[in-house]
């Protein structure tokens, strides 16, 4: 959709993204080409374009469009960079990334989230997006180390082997603090040395759980 065209609602969308201070072009384009609609429930497409976080199936949620695209434009990424995603929900946040990247491997704990999101994200003709039901603390160990990993659920504290994925040079984005309450977006960055951490701001994301859910 060019700019400056489309229903109000998207162009207000990407307005208030830059007015919050989103100011790369390439994740702004991205967020724009990305349906919203499309992955929220049907009852909530009238607020697709809201800038606040929906409720989805399995009492997940998808982020607010603001929380989406600050953690983008913090992993900085690159045409030829392969990025995990742990936590796929309905799969917008994969869909952005798949924009912006060459390959996008993402792991949802739920069989009914990854299903649909499979489903969505081959709905809309985006195939470099790889969606697997798995433990997002437990990546196989097959998948290799990536150029960029981010986290969409919080976590008590970042594991170890998770860090140990990236390349040197990689960056790392993940929700760290209690599961229930406040907690603060911290970017990790791979070097030759080891890691270095920086705390960026205060977010609330659902709790990121060990294991394949039993149910749904």
Same mark, same amino acid.
């Given at each position: 959709m060019p700019a400056g065209h489309g229903p109000p609602e998207k162009m207000m969308f990407q307005l208030t993204l830059r007015r919050r201070g989103i100011s790369d072009q390439a994740v702004l384009r991205a967020m724009e080409q990305v349906p919203r609609e499309a992955f929220v429930a049907e009852a909530d497409r009238a607020d697709a374009y809201r800038d606040s976080a929906l409720g989805i199936a399995c009492g997940q949620t998808i982020s607010q469009p603001? $929380? $989406? =695209?600050? *953690? @983008? +434009?913090q992993l900085q990424l690159q045409k030829r960079h392969r990025v995990l995603e742990i936590g796929t929900g309905s799969g917008y946040q994969a869909a952005i990334l798949s924009r912006l990247a060459d390959h996008v491997l993402t792991i949802e704990r739920f069989r009914t989230l990854a299903d649909g999101a499979r489903e969505r994200l081959a709905r809309l003709g985006w195939h470099n997006v790889e969606v697997l039901l798995g433990d997002g603390f437990d990546v196989p160990p097959d998948a290799g180390q990536f150029d960029r /990993? /981010?986290? @969409? =659920? =919080? *976590? +008590?504290?970042?594991?170890?082997?998770?860090? +140990?994925?990236? $390349?040197v040079g990689g960056i790392l984005i993940a929700p760290v603090g209690p599961h229930h309450g406040v907690q603060t977006l911290v970017r990790v960055t791979r070097t030759v040395d080891g890691f270095e951490r920086k705390e960026l701001v205060d977010v609330r994301f659902v709790p990121a759980l060990p294991g394949i859910a039993r149910e749904l």
């Open positions: 603001f $929380v $989406v =695209a600050y *953690m @983008t +434009e /990993i /981010i986290v @969409t =659920a =919080a *976590m +008590e504290q970042i594991p170890d082997k998770l860090q +140990e994925r990236l $390349v």
